[in-house]
């Protein structure tokens, strides 16, 4: 899943909303491209932007800080509010944005939607935002009498690819996802679902990653400091380096070293969930063969594995998992598993202690 850290752009200020009410506007960052490029600094690939006078008024108002951030970063800049017509998304997509996204024109224009899809295909999503299910346009504020999920059927069949939808109820309230909604909209057509509002958690992240959506948009978080950003990026990612690693077999070898010695303490198996929960906690976690059940190193001696560094080797099925030990790695109280020397009877070597 890909993480995408959210400005919105006021009057030329990065500011947040409450449920898209315009009157709880504040503002959150000084200056747009400073916050663009820490965003990117803490490893941001993607930038989700919303023109806030532009959704509101349907036209363009704050396209020089859009197209700032697109030239002077190296972030892919998604763009929403107040694109109404070719002319605007040809402006946006020939000048460096990398997706547009288009609102209300879904509801009340949804030919357009169709020739800038076939114009310009992956580039453009098409944003949903519901209050009580219903699809809200006009900057949030209108309600139509359009459900979501009808509306994000005929977008699938139009050629729509990546849909963002968003529960104006959760907006901004920092009180996490609609994750029923997402998930039923993520069951009911084949496009990429990015989830918007609410995100507020680390939690909130791991259970949108789980949902096996395509991304989820965070903004309010990063501001106040619930969310590190380079922290919910590595955890959005967590699918994607699973699945990368598992495609041979269902169990992986983990070779367990020392970081700042580098003596290999150990040798366990990791399956999906224990290497996802590896990633996630920063101590590791292990699939017993003989139990058939997850382990967490540690839980119960006390003598547990703080991840350091993770490592895949060339072929992609074995992995090196680099801790800090508290105390013994082995059952037997030795500080590696490996203390039983072979002698080499062949050669002039030896096998280390």
Same mark, same amino acid.
């Given at each position: 899943? !890909? $993480?995408?850290?959210? !400005? ?8 947040? @909303? ?18 663009? $490029? ?13 023109? @806030? ?47 547009? *996204? ?25 944003? !949903? ?38 529960? !104006?109820?959760?907006?901004?309230? =920092? ?37 096996? @959506? ?12 619930? *969310?590190?950003?380079?922290?919910? *990026?590595? @955890?959005? &990612?967590?699918?994607? =380096? ?5 495609? &041979?077999?269902? =169990? ?67 992995? =090196? ?31 280390? &202690?």
């Amino acid at each position: 899943m !890909i $993480l995408l850290p959210a !400005i919105d752009i006021k009057d030329g200020t990065c500011v947040r @909303l409450q449920k898209g009410d315009y009157q709880t506007a504040h503002k959150v960052a000084e200056n747009p491209l400073e916050t663009a $490029l820490s965003f990117q600094k803490a490893g941001a690939e993607w930038i989700h932007m919303v023109d @806030l006078d532009g959704a509101k008024d349907a036209v363009m108002v704050n396209q020089k800080i859009f197209l700032e951030i697109a030239q002077k970063t190296n972030l892919r800049v998604e763009l929403g509010g107040g694109i109404r017509n070719m002319e605007t998304v040809d402006y946006y997509l020939q000048n460096g944005i990398s997706r547009v *996204i288009l609102g209300s024109a879904a509801v009340k224009n949804p030919r357009f939607v169709e020739r800038a899809v076939g114009k310009y295909r992956d580039q453009i999503a098409v944003g !949903i935002d519901a209050r009580n299910e219903m699809v809200a346009a006009e900057g949030w504020l209108d309600t139509s009498n359009v459900h979501y999920l009808d509306l994000a059927k005929k977008m699938e069949q139009i050629g729509v690819k990546t849909i963002i939808f968003t529960d !104006i109820a959760k907006d901004g309230m =920092l009180q996490g996802p609609n994750v029923e909604q997402l998930r039923q909209l993520n069951a009911a057509v084949s496009c990429n679902i990015i989830a918007s509002g609410g995100v507020s958690t680390i939690e909130d992240i791991r259970r949108l990653r789980d949902e096996r @959506l395509y991304g989820a948009i965070c903004g309010k978080a990063l501001y106040t400091g619930g *969310i590190d950003l380079q922290k919910a *990026i590595f @955890l959005a &990612k967590g699918n994607a =380096l699973t699945d990368k690693y598992f495609q &041979k077999s269902e =169990l992986l070898p983990a070779i367990v070293q020392e970081a700042s010695t580098g003596q290999v303490l150990m040798l366990a198996y990791m399956n999906r969930e224990s290497m996802q929960l590896t990633l996630d906690t920063g101590y590791t976690w292990f699939y017993s063969r003989s139990r058939k059940e997850l382990w967490n190193k540690g839980a119960t001696s006390g003598h547990l594995q703080k991840v350091v560094a993770v490592f895949g080797d060339c072929d992609d099925d074995t992995l =090196l998992v680099q801790v800090e030990q508290t105390g013994p790695a082995c059952h037997t109280g030795a500080h590696s598993c490996f203390f039983n020397e072979i002698t080499v009877t062949g050669g002039t070597g030896h096998a280390v &202690k």
